[in-house]
């Protein structure tokens, strides 16, 4: 894994968390809800690609 991706996911975490403060001190609990759970799915759909190398090496290396 590259250390860029990490900074990525950082950086939407951060991003996550400060709008998702604003909008519950706003009162709109729900939108909350939804900008963190697309941050969530935004990070899973960059992290699927690494996961699914590391299932292709690990099978690999028990075929041997």
Sequence with gaps: ???NMIFKIAAVG???SI???VLKHS???EQAYLV???GLL???F???PYILELFK???QLFLL
């Design 36 to 38: 963190s759970l697309a």
């Design 57 to 59: 090496t690990i099978k």
């Design 42 to 44: 935004i990070v899973l």
């Design 1 to 3: 894994m590259e250390i």
């Design 19 to 21: 709008i998702n403060q």
């Design 46 to 48: 960059w992290i699927i």
């Design 14 to 16: 951060i991003v996550v």
């Design 27 to 29: 009162g709109r609990d």
